[in-house]
């Protein structure tokens, strides 16, 4: 299965994840900031937190984006 090797934060609440099979996704979570899920990344010192362990992406517990969910939001 693919997994998520790194990721990348950048402005406007864009991120890159970078796959293990060479792939890169990149996602736009702005016109996603007004949920009440992703309401949190609204801040960019927050949103610059992001991490992955490889299944899943996560910002200090309180909001997390798996690998499933990454492909499904980028083919909206």
Do not use: Y
Request: hydrophobic share 45%; net charge neutral.
């Amino acid at each position: 299965m693919t997994h998520i090797e790194r990721i990348a934060v950048h402005e406007n609440q864009r991120l890159e994840a970078h796959l293990d099979n060479g792939s890169t996704i990149t996602l736009n979570l702005k016109p996603r900031l007004k949920t009440l899920r992703f309401a949190l990344l609204a801040d960019p010192e927050f949103f610059a937190r992001a991490m992955t362990d490889g299944r899943f992406i996560r910002w200090d517990d309180k909001v997390e984006i798996s690998l499933t969910e990454l492909f499904q939001l980028a083919q909206k």
